[in-house]
């Protein structure tokens, strides 16, 4: 008997495929230093680097800083004399810095996608001008936040600046003496002391009467009389001195031998004013906008 044996013979295929890796970000955020600060805006940028695996879609969001009080829209330094100033400073996302940086989704976050190489992005940071806080050394720390489809990625860095010692300011008072009814002349004196080179412009208020303004002062006498009077920045008395920069105030800036610019307050008392017998009185404050 012949017999058959048939061997069936079973090829097996198959493709061996890796995994995706799974996504993930890392990121790294330089210092921003602004240095010295004499009260004139102050601009100057940092950057964020943030590392993300390739097609990776990523957020990148600032928090609000550590300064009690502060928001993404006004952060704040701290500092000053015993550490309990706030010097106010904004980040911002694009070099006409019109865009505030912050951690709101799809509102003020930056969003970038991962190329798998270091992706580095500017902060564009400002101190506004016009703030009066004592010198010093100023400091915040910015958390920024790398958020998407992985576990967050976060970065610290500094935000730091130095208050230089700003203007002072001296001034004599302004008597006009006894008023029988005709005009009165009359001058004080105001010291600025500025750093040299400092630009400033010295405004003078309405006073303290009701109603006041830069161009109708007027003094308080017995039981609530007014005298008015003027102030103006040039001896011939046809420049009125009052508080708007650049509109009617005085415009300098300091000295560089280092010294005090002087600057004559001329006053003038209209004759022709019936006002009750008495003392009259004013205070005048003076502001140097640098």
Known sequence: MMRLCTIVVMLLAASLVRPAAAASCSAYGS???????????????????????SGTAYNIGLNAGNT????IVTRKMSGGTGGQNALLYQLFSDAA?????????????????G???????????????????????????????????????????????????????AATDL??????????NSTSVISVDCPPGLKYNLGLDAGTAPGATVTTRSMTGPGGASLGYMLFRDKRRSQNWGNTPGVDTISSSG????RANLWPVYGQLPGGQNANPGAYIDTITATVYF
């Open 97 to 113: 810095r019109t865009i505030n940086w912050g951690n709101s989704a799809g509102t003020n976050w930056v969003s970038g996608t």
């Open 31 to 53: 210092g921003i230093a602004f240095g010295e600060y004499v009260g004139a805006t102050a601009d100057i940028t940092g950057t964020i680097t943030v590392t993300c695996t």
């Open 68 to 71: 009690p009080g502060a928001t």
């Open 255 to 258: 000295d560089q031998s280092g």
């Open 175 to 184: 008597n006009f003496g006894a008023y029988t009814g005709a005009l009165i």
């Open 115 to 169: 190329t798998g190489a270091a992706q580095t992005y500017t902060i564009y940071g400002r101190i506004p001008g016009r703030q009066n806080d004592p010198s010093g050394s100023y400091t915040d720390t910015i958390t920024a936040s790398v958020t998407g489809s992985f576990t967050t990625a976060t970065a610290q860095f500094s935000v730091t600046a130095t208050v230089a010692v700003g203007c002072t300011l």
